[in-house]
């Protein structure tokens, strides 16, 4: 045990820029220790532990690829040593890899699923055993409108946010008896990455805001999801898209 161990911790993955990285600071406002997660964009976590550090906060960075369970194990088991527990965990770690369906590499379909699903239950699963033996915590788990809509050329990444709302609403439902809530929260056209190479004044056209949302307006959103204005949030999917859905 040590003195950060009275502070509230947070874990967000994909944390490195965009959604994941504004997620961050909004929890640190919170007074959030954050545990900023990335896969290999280390200058970008460290940006982002200091962008936390700015608001006041601290918290550390963790590489490892959620995809991959074993090693998934081991880092959730030495941020628990670390910290004592984890509060919040905010599922955000997601890839695309676009394309029409019947010409999608199976490598792709595979790619998209095994990190934003598969990463779902590889994260998700060792953080709830030690939040049920404590009786308290906040998931949050990052879809997309593409669930909900599901978007030409998108087959494997609808499919995988998809699933995360299923798998939400499921664990959802499991365990809001033990004092635990889990949510979904579903983005639109965020300005981000994912989007460089998107027609964005065509998608502008069909979205009654008639603007793309920025990454802070999401993490707004989740960060009163992990909050306890939130205490009788839980199983729902909040959509963030500017009316889009």
């Known amino acids: 045990m040590n003195e950060t161990q009275d502070q509230k911790v947070a874990l967000v993955t994909g944390a490195s820029k965009g959604i994941g990285q504004a997620i961050c600071v909004e929890l640190a406002k919170s007074g959030y220790r954050i545990v900023v997660n990335y896969k ?3 200058k970008g976590a460290v940006n982002t532990l200091e962008m936390v550090r700015k608001e006041g906060s601290d918290g550390n960075i963790m590489q490892f690829d ?3 369970f074993d090693e998934t194990q081991r880092a959730v088991d030495d941020i628990l040593k670390q910290n004592g527990s984890i ?3 905010v599922n955000n770690a997601g890839i695309t890899a676009d394309g029409l369906f ?3 590499p199976r490598k792709d379909w595979n790619a998209v699923i095994d ?8 994260v998700t699963k060792p953080v709830l055993e030690k939040m049920i033996r404590l009786k308290r915590g906040a998931i949050v788990s990052i879809a997309s409108v593409a669930a909900l809509l599901g978007n030409r050329g ?7 946010k998809a699933g995360l709302i299923g798998a939400s609403r499921s664990v959802a439902s499991e365990v809001a008896r033990l004092g635990i809530r889990v949510n979904v929260v579903a983005p639109g056209l965020i300005e981000t990455d994912m989007i460089k190479d998107a027609p964005v004044e065509n998608i502008k ?12 307006e999401v993490a707004r959103v989740v960060r009163f999801l992990c909050s306890e204005d939130a ?6 999917v909040i959509s963030v898209n500017g009316g889009m859905f």
């Open 40 to 42: 290999s964009d280390e």
């Open 66 to 68: 959620v995809s991959n």
């Open 87 to 89: 509060d919040a965990l």
């Open 102 to 104: 019947i010409m999608m």
């Open 115 to 122: 990190i934003s699903l598969s990463g779902f239950y590889n």
């Open 154 to 160: 998108q087959a494997n990444y609808s499919a995988a």
């Open 205 to 216: 056209a069909i979205i009654p805001m008639a603007r793309i949302g920025k990454p802070q």
């Open 231 to 236: 205490s009788y949030v839980t199983g729902q």
